[in-house]
T-cell receptor, first 112, second 112 residues
């Protein structure tokens, strides 16, 4: 079945460091890909998305590029802030209002 | 900005008791999803509605869980009887066109 695999956490970085969180997927067909962020005690917020190969999603300094050849959608940010501390989820879905399939999440902690 | 509403935010119940969660999607969103998120994992779909009809309930434990969306607007998820393994965050999401899902804050259930 369809699945998403994220890099193991937790990830701890210092403020202004470069961030990469790896995400790979297995899917039959061509899914849309998403990154969601979850702050403590809250629901999930959509961070960015890409709907087809080579699309780049970006928001709040975060970027991810849909790589069909490597079935990947890695999340990057050039300079992280303490406020970026959260759990990040990679997810996929298919056209037609179908369910999201999530990775296991990566907890990110940024130290000042 | 319109949001998905959920209540209660927190619920503590004893095993074998009944518990119910409520979700009010963003106005006009025809598709409604209930996800369960076990601590340390990504959310998994329990049930999906299109208007008042169930589209996908393949992962809903139907011996104890039930869900309804009688008028195609708000929805209720019920567990009876609750078991210790049901302790989790229950997330509701809605979508207008299936391209993006918007999540509520969730209900944190603890079964003792």
């Amino acid at each position: 079945g369809d699945s998403v695999t994220q890099m193991e956490g937790p990830v701890t970085l210092s403020e202004e460091a470069f961030l990469t969180i790896n995400c790979t997927y297995t899917a039959t067909g061509y899914p849309s890909l998403f990154w969601y962020v979850q702050y403590p005690g809250e629901g999930l917020q959509l961070l960015l998305k890409a709907t087809k190969a080579d699309d780049k999603g970006s928001n709040k300094g975060f970027e991810a590029t849909y790589r069909k050849e490597t079935t990947s959608f890695h999340l990057e940010k050039g300079s992280v802030q303490v406020s970026d501390s959260a759990v990040y989820f990679c997810a996929l879905t298919f056209q037609g209002a179908q369910k999201l399939v999530f990775g296991q999440g990566t907890r990110l902690t940024i130290n000042p | 900005e319109a949001e998905v509403a959920q209540s209660p935010r927190y619920k503590i119940t004893e095993k074998s008791q009944a518990v119910a969660f409520w979700c009010d999607p963003i106005s006009g969103h025809a598709t409604l999803y209930w996800y369960r998120q076990i601590l340390g994992q990504g959310p998994e779909l329990l049930v999906q509605f299109q208007d008042e009809s169930v589209v996908d309930d393949s992962q809903l434990p139907k011996d104890r869980f039930s869900a309804e969306r009688l008028k195609g607007v708000d929805s209720t998820l019920k567990i009876q009887p609750a078991e210790l393994g049901d302790s989790a965050m229950y997330l509701c999401a809605s979508s207008l066109d299936g391209r993006e899902q918007y999540f509520g804050p969730g209900t944190r259930l603890t079964v003792t």
